[in-house]
């Protein structure tokens, strides 16, 4: 369906096209290239190889002792379909209720929009430094780097991130941005950047945190103004939710004058009763707890208690463009509990870094795609063995694999628009795609295949195919094709063809 501009409408959203500036969304590499590197990392591997059995394990305990664990699935899934179905008078809902309680709503199409704005309202008061909580939506957009630019300093606040930050490094995991570093690093790199630290500080994590703890304490209670993210909006209350592990998020929700809370459109949930579910599915699906530790959720401002200055940003940076993905559109229904990245065999070898973008792992290979338009993260979708355990594990049921095969169709398609003349693989696939769609052409081609058994020698495997074949062998044997096909088989087992057995 289409507006009197030609623009996609859907589900009652204009769609804005895919942003030019994405912020964070988008490496600079290939994922195969960087992949490459950080395969060279013997240190990284094992500390991502420790720390994701860690969680794993954990995670597989406490999802096995609820009962209902497929039941909540479903209905995250079912809630969070319905939610996208409605989600423009859902947001709508929300900034009625947000200014009817003293906040003020904020609309950001792009990163650039984003930043613009919460970039003017931290000048407006006078501050030069903020403190955070973690939130991906900022990291997406590149905010820390837009607000430097504009002379302010933002303090991440949670401890990784702020291990992250102290080292001028980028995030490796959406939970646990620091999971790529080891206690011995994070000694080493204190003992470097913290001013006035203790010199006999050991890596025994509680001497590390005490120390995180000294040198966050003065941030908190200095700064006049706080960013967030937000893990959920609900619509009914205008009530924003942020739950993390630390309270370090809560000390900026609530100690400084000024809130500014940026949230993706797609985090808005319509009712209390659907947040229920969700703040069930997430502890456990992404730290493996029972119930998480800190959940702060405020509504607009209250007068004489936290910030009496409150903005909501509701950024869409592309998620409208992902919305009018009939397939890839549940990639919106994700509530960041990482736990498909700590399933994931490749992100268990490869780290976050080697996804360029800021969302690393499964959700990432199709996440980050959908947002910036696929060609713009094209080697994504191909970062995924396909094996399906991110699905499993999925507290609403994404359905990843399916979303990176149809990203890997787009990509195909516009490689063959773009180039004219067809690749190697896209003439493969369609001489196959011929072969399949007659019953006689395939048994034929099955027949002419056999021949193929003569190039596998005594040890029945191909090692070497002329082009366009040789890119599969380059890394792989084939094996030899069988002697009999099944189709030979069942017609000399059962004699008939059509899947009758012979009487
Ligand atoms: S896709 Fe599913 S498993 Fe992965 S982070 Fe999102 S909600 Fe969690």
Not at 56 to 78: F, T, Y
Not at 213 to 235: K, Q
Request: with cysteine; glycine share 8%.
């Amino acid at each position: 369906m289409s507006d009197a501009r030609g623009e996609h409408v859907l589900l009652g959203m204009p769609t804005i096209p895919h942003a030019s500036t994405v912020g964070h969304l988008r490496g600079d590499e290939p994922f195969p290239d960087a992949a490459r590197r950080e395969l060279g990392k013997p240190q990284l591997r094992r500390n991502l190889g420790a720390a994701t059995a860690t969680i794993r394990a954990k995670r597989a305990q406490v999802v096995g002792e609820v009962d209902d664990w497929e039941h909540l699935r479903e209905a995250g899934r079912a809630i969070k379909a319905a939610t996208m179905a409605r989600l423009d008078e859902h947001l709508e809902r929300l900034e009625r209720e947000v200014t009817a309680r003293g906040g003020t709503v904020h609309w950001a199409r792009d990163a650039a929009e984003a930043n613009a704005l919460v970039t003017d309202l931290v000048r407006h008061t006078g501050e030069r430094e903020v403190v955070k909580v973690k939130s991906m939506a900022t990291q997406e957009i590149g905010l820390n780097e837009a607000l430097e630019q504009a002379g302010i300093t933002a303090h991440e606040t949670d401890l990784a991130e702020l291990i992250v930050q102290l080292a001028e490094d980028k995030p490796s995991h959406i939970l646990v941005p620091a999971i790529h570093r080891n206690r011995a690093e994070i000694r080493e790199l204190f003992l470097r950047t913290i001013p006035d630290i203790d010199a006999t500080l050991t890596d025994d994590p509680r001497q590390l945190a005490m120390a995180a703890r000294r040198y966050l304490r003065e941030r908190f209670l200095t700064a006049r103004v706080a960013i967030s993210g937000a893990n959920f909006g609900v619509a009914e209350t205008g009530t924003c939710s942020v739950v993390e592990s630390e309270g370090n998020g809560r000390m900026c929700l609530t100690l400084p004058d000024t809130l500014i809370t940026v949230m993706g459109i797609e985090k808005v949930v319509p009712t209390w009763a659907d947040l229920e579910v969700f703040l069930q599915l997430l502890p456990r699906s992404s730290t493996g707890e029972r119930m998480n530790p800190y959940t702060s959720t405020w509504s607009g401002v209250t007068p004489g208690d936290g910030p009496q200055d409150f903005h909501l940003v509701l950024l869409d940076n592309g998620r409208t463009a992902a919305l009018a993905d009939e397939i890839g559109r549940s990639a919106l229904h994700c509530i960041r509990c990482s736990a498909c990245l700590n399933v994931c065999p490749v992100y268990e070898r490869t780290g976050g870094h080697a996804y360029g973008s800021v969302y690393p792992g499964p959700i990432g290979a199709i996440l980050s795609p959908l947002l910036t338009g696929v060609e713009d993260n094209a080697s994504l979708p191909y970062a995924s063995s396909l094996c399906g355990a991110c699905y499993d594990v999925c507290p609403v049921k994404i359905d990843i694999p399916s979303i990176l095969v149809h990203l890997r169709a787009e990509h195909v398609d516009a490689q063959e628009q773009a180039h004219r003349v067809p690749t190697g693989e896209s003439l493969l696939m369609r001489a196959a795609a011929r072969a399949m769609s007659a019953a006689p052409r395939w048994v034929r081609a099955q027949a002419a295949a056999r021949a193929g058994r003569l190039l596998g020698g005594r040890r029945g495997r191909i090692s070497s195919l002329p082009f366009p074949l040789s890119g599969w062998t380059a890394s792989r044997d084939l094996p030899v094709p069988p002697r009999e096909t099944f189709r030979s088989w069942w017609l000399r087992e059962r004699g008939s063809d059509d899947g009758r057995e012979r009487s």
